[in-house]
Every structure is written in structure tokens, then in C-alpha cells.
T-cell receptor
């Protein structure tokens, strides 16, 4: 059973607001990821981290930023939300080992920007 | 470039068998994953293949042919709760082992 949490689960917010999506895991995983997924579409990697103080941008350009100050915590921030940011945001983690590194996903945050 | 193809939708009857295909073209390969995602929920891990052949896990089996860039997920004795999207994902060594996801196959199981 994966222990990875995301808050809030649902968020409706106005344009221009600053928001932070929280993600935390209790499995001690070094690798963490943020994906963006629109309905019926594939997951797109927007940020990832291989450990504390390590963050990289993913394949899909995103105006969001992330930080990794603690192993268990990987928050995502949008400084000024826009309607184009409306989507589902999924956080995932995996151990830093070779071989079968299953990514465990959090429940996701559904964001609606008005 | 990277490309993962799977059918958009499939339907099947309760108790039947269904095969969901996935073809991929990636610069590097270090494993193929299948995830199940119910509507509005997070993906959950189903299977992992890195060598050619069939991996069986209960009602679910997954097959891989690396030379053909092809995998399938086989679901037996379908149940209504199997109605979900099934995501094929490839770990691409040319992209520091990040996962590339397909769009997913939405499976509907009817009584």
C-alpha cells in the first residue's frame, strides 16, 4: 500500500491567485514527480526530483515551480494561476534503486482556475 | 522521438477476456509498466516487463516483445470493477529513466 498524499483534492480559484499544491510521502522515497493530466489525455511530466535540493523540469513546459527541502515533501507552486492551468495534477514517488522502480501515485489535485 | 500507442476505448462483457495492446517507439528502453486508473483516481501499478515474455499475476497478464516494440495486457474473467483506463508506460533510458505514458485505453465492462 502506497503512502503518498496530496492536498487539496479539489481547488477552485480565481485568476491571478498564488497556489501551492502539497505532496508528501512516508515511504522514504528519493525520487518524486509531478505530472499534469487533462481528461482523456496522457500524463505529462512537469517536474521531478531525485533527492533533497534536487529539482528538474520535465517534458511539458510549466509555469509552476517546485522545491524539495525535505525528502518526504515536494510542493508545487503557481505564482499566478490562469485558466490554462486548469487540469489534474498528480504527484508520484519511487525509490532510488535500479530495476523495477514502480512509481506510486497520490490521489491527485483537480484544479479549476476561473 | 518517443511515441506510445494504445487504443482509445474498448468494451467487453463480464466474465470475458480482453487484450489491450500497446506499441512503443523510444530512443531507449528499460522496462514497460501497465497502470490501472479509475475515473477521478490516481493510477495504480499493475505489472512490469523488462524481458521478453509473459508475466502472469492473477487475472492479469502482461506480455512484452522488445524487438517488435509491443506489449499487451490481458485481463481474464472480467469484472465490472475492471472498468477503468489502462495506461501503458515505458521507461526511456535516453531520458534519464523517466516514464513516458500513453494516452490510456478506457475499458468498459458490461454485464
Amino acid at each position: 500500500e502506497a503512502d503518498i498524499y496530496q492536498t487539496p483534492r479539489y481547488l477552485v480559484i480565481g485568476t491571478g491567485k498564488k497556489i501551492t499544491l502539497e505532496c508528501s510521502q512516508t515511504m522514504g522515497h528519493d525520487k518524486m514527480y509531478w505530472y499534469q493530466q487533462d481528461p482523456g489525455m496522457e500524463l505529462h511530466l512537469i517536474h521531478y526530483s531525485y533527492g533533497v535540493n534536487s529539482t528538474e523540469k520535465g517534458d511539458l513546459s510549466s509555469e509552476s515551480t517546485v522545491s524539495r527541502i525535505r525528502t518526504e515533501h515536494f510542493p508545487l507552486t503557481l505564482e499566478s494561476a490562469r485558466p490554462s492551468h486548469t487540469s489534474q495534477y498528480l504527484c508520484a514517488s519511487s525509490p532510488l534503486t535500479s530495476g523495477q522502480e514502480t512509481q506510486y501515485f497520490g490521489p491527485g489535485t483537480r484544479l479549476l482556475v476561473l | 522521438g518517443q511515441n506510445i500507442d494504445q487504443p482509445t476505448e474498448m468494451t467487453a462483457t463480464e466474465g470475458a477476456i480482453v487484450q489491450i495492446n500497446c506499441t512503443y517507439q523510444t530512443s531507449g528502453f528499460n522496462g514497460l509498466f501497465w497502470y490501472q486508473q479509475h475515473a477521478g483516481e490516481a493510477p495504480t501499478f499493475l505489472s512490469y516487463n523488462v524481458l521478453d515474455g509473459l508475466e502472469e499475476k492473477g487475472r492479469f497478464s502482461s506480455f512484452l516483445s522488445r524487438s517488435k516494440g509491443y506489449s499487451y495486457l490481458l485481463l481474464k474473467e472480467l469484472q465490472m470493477k475492471d472498468s477503468a483506463s489502462y495506461l501503458c508506460a515505458v521507461r526511456d533510458t535516453s531520458r534519464t529513466d523517466k516514464l513516458i505514458f500513453g494516452t490510456g485505453t478506457r475499458l468498459q465492462v458490461f454485464p
